[in-house]
């Protein structure tokens, strides 16, 4: 198997974790807290991460050069940018269609990638990455108790449109922090995801501070008061994004996205044998088409 599916498995599964800690403490500090987490905390461990992989390999840490920084702002932003469009899209009852749509991220990272980078699927690989999409919103509906049917007939509304718009902006991120990745040269992928990392959320958690300095400063003494769990978080998430730029240095960002719905997989494994809720009829096709689609990625050799 490729390094960059294990790579891309491994980072699915810290993601899981993740996002499991992020649910707790958004209830102790609010979503801006929460996020700002994801990114703060994880600076030390990037950090880390570049120093041992820069001694253990003797790497030198590459110099950042125009390119780099302009796709890291661009990357950044848009990560944010996906993460606020989002959070409008759970302020609406109707909040499933939409947040449904934001989970075409690997189609749509297809199509920027082809536009920003002129990286193009193959007819088989795009079936692939449409084929574990389609598995990914089929589980998204079921757990939510919505009709298949109601992702068409919720096309035209509003959070439609934002869940698309933050689908194309998580699309736009990942093929941003590839481009960033590979303008740095020939240090080594992982040298490159480091890099890449470091300055990525260095840059994500300097915007957050000036945000919550300026919006919501009760934010930070919430963030003490959950220091350790915080830790955690930052830990978990910047492994997970680790890992997420160094598949991407090494394969297209759409295979990668398409690859790492595996999540779904490890969110429903987590629900049923540790919370022992049941699986239904549609999560179960959803599962099929996801681990068909993946198949077919892995063993195409795209």
Do not use: C
């Not at 990525?200 to 008061?225: G, H, N, T, Y």
Request: glycine share 12%.
């Amino acid at each position: 198997m490729e390094t960059w599916v294990l790579i891309t498995v491994a980072a699915a599964f810290a993601q899981n974790l993740r996002t499991t800690f992020q649910k707790h403490l958004k209830g102790a500090m609010g979503t801006t807290g929460a996020t700002f987490v994801r990114f703060g905390f994880g600076v030390p461990f990037a950090l880390i991460f570049l120093a041992l992989i820069a001694w253990l390999g003797g790497f030198e840490v590459p110099a950042p050069n125009a390119a780099f920084l302009l796709w890291v702002v661009v990357a950044g932003g848009a990560q944010i940018g996906a993460q606020a469009l989002l959070l409008m899209v759970f302020s609406y009852r109707n909040f499933v269609v939409g947040n449904a749509y934001s989970r075409t991220e690997p189609i749509q990272a297809a199509l920027f990638g082809l536009i920003f980078l002129g990286e193009k699927l193959g007819l088989g690989a795009l079936v692939a990455v449409a084929v574990a999409v389609v598995g990914v919103l089929l589980i998204s509906m079921a757990r939510t108790g919505e009709a298949a049917g109601s992702l068409w007939r919720g096309l035209f509304t509003r959070p439609a449109a934002l869940g698309l718009a933050s689908g194309a902006m998580f699309g736009i991120a990942a093929v941003g922090y590839r481009a960033a990745s590979l303008s740095l040269g020939g240090p080594g992928f992982m040298m490159q995801a480091a890099t890449t990392l470091v300055w990525a959320i260095a840059l994500q958690s300097l915007a957050l501070i000036v945000w919550m300095a300026w919006r919501e400063r009760d934010q930070f003494a919430k963030i003490a008061r959950a220091w350790k769990l915080s830790l955690a978080t930052g830990f978990v998430g910047a492994t997970a994004s680790f890992g997420w730029f160094a598949a991407m240095t090494l394969q297209q960002a759409a295979i990668v996205k398409a690859v790492a719905q595996v999540e779904m997989l490890f969110a429903i494994a987590t629900s049923v044998l540790f919370f022992k809720e049941k699986i239904t009829g549609m999560e179960l096709a959803g599962v099929g088409l996801i681990v068909a689609g993946i198949v077919a990625l892995v063993l195409g050799g795209f």
